[in-house]
């Protein structure tokens, strides 16, 4: 809905006249930013949550942005009362560790969005490779309340981007929705290229001749992977609900937007599947290579224990002490005994090193 109402930075214009601009509240924990925007227009630097809303429910236009950082429950109870939110989404956003769903209560939606970071490390150790958080929206008829929870995929970025294009933010508080959607679909996109290098590059580890790669390192990157695939796949269905319900209290050109974003989520998700897929053929050849090398060092074993045993044996019946042997008191004797020894030994290093044994 548009105004002919003038905006500017720091002075709301009444029904009847300016009123006074009112000293802003310092912004109690947990709140990152607090702000109400009528057509695409931001109004007030800093604000309190409910002097907002109640000032976009006098004017009857607008909507209420806040953004809040892991809340604790007295403040999330509190914003609950003033937004009119549900009981058990305000504990869903509490206590996090949720996977990405979508709910609905009346006219307000409930969005879970789970965040990733790619964690940089060393190809050949074993060490966290993906972290992850998540986001939180409710989206009412005159509000958007995003919760985040984790160190990572900040929403100023998502915020200033939005406040640069007024015609997508004086779509309502769905434009704050997809922007929220397509920040987090656009990480997994990030994240997933770098896995991608990582998978090249161990296939590659795999296959080279002599690389002393361990194993253990393939495991990790794979238990990564399926880390990945459990925070990204679930979102596949709150998307297309989003896309497609058009019961849902959305405006068409934010589903319109959606279906890009769903489009990347999408492939993104085939991506981590082929990842898990060829990180379990990785493991299979890299225990394949082991079982090879494994081999390939008995049989060296086998072939060393056999020219061993000929002198071995040699000595040993000699070695038996009995007063009437062969050759006992020859001259010759000793000499001839250490030169049967060698030449046996040669003609069995060289028939093994012939058959690759050695």
């Excluded at 105004?3 to 300016?18: E, M, T, V």
């Excluded at 607008?62 to 937004?83: K, N, Q, R, S, Y």
């Excluded at 058009?246 to 082929?274: G, M, N």
């Excluded at 050849?285 to 060393?304: C, E, F, G, P």
């Amino acid at each position: 809905m548009s105004s002919n109402l003038p905006l500017p930075s720091f002075h709301w214009p009444g029904r009847s006249g300016a009123r006074p601009e009112p000293k802003p509240a310092a912004p109690p924990g947990g709140i990152v930013d607090c702000a109400v925007y009528v057509d695409g227009q931001r109004l007030w630097d800093q604000c309190t949550y409910k002097n907002a809303l109640a000032e976009v429910r006098e004017r009857k236009e607008g909507f209420v942005w806040l953004g809040l950082l892991e809340p604790g429950t007295a403040l999330m109870t509190d914003v609950a009362e003033t937004f009119g939110l549900h009981q058990l989404a305000v504990e869903d956003a509490v206590k996090a560790a949720q996977r990405p769903k979508l709910e609905r209560y009346d006219d307000i939606l409930f969005l879970v969005l789970r965040t990733v970071r790619y964690v940089e490390h060393e190809l050949s150790t074993v060490s966290e490779i993906v972290d992850t958080g998540e986001i939180m929206v409710f989206l009412g008829p005159d509000f958007a309340i995003t919760v985040r929870h984790g160190d990572h995929t900040e929403l100023r970025g998502v915020r200033k981007d939005l406040e640069a294009d007024p015609s997508q933010l004086a779509l309502g508080p769905g434009a704050v929705l997809h922007a929220v959607a397509d920040r987090v679909v656009d990480t997994y996109v990030q994240v997933t290229a770098a896995i991608e290098a990582d998978v090249d590059a161990i296939e590659e580890a795999v296959f080279t001749p002599a690389n002393q790669l361990q194993i253990e390192a393939i495991y990790q990157l794979k238990r990564e992977v399926v880390e990945l695939r459990g925070a990204v796949k679930p979102l596949g269905m709150p998307l297309q609900l989003l896309t497609h319900d058009t019961t849902l209290p959305l405006p068409k050109e934010i589903r319109r937007y959606l279906r890009d974003v769903t489009d990347h989520h999408t492939a993104v998700t085939e991506q981590i599947i082929d990842f898990n897929e060829s990180l379990s053929a990785l493991i299979n050849a890299a225990l394949a290579k082991v079982s090879v090398q494994q081999n390939t060092d008995m049989r060296k074993i086998s072939a060393w224990a056999a020219m061993a045993a000929v002198p071995t044996m040699i000595a040993g019946v000699y070695g038996m002490n009995f007063e009437h042997m062969p050759e006992l008191s020859w001259t010759y004797g000793y000499p001839i005994v250490i030169a049967i020894m060698v030449v046996l030994c040669l003609g069995l290093y060289a028939n093994f090193h012939r058959n690759n044994w050695l």
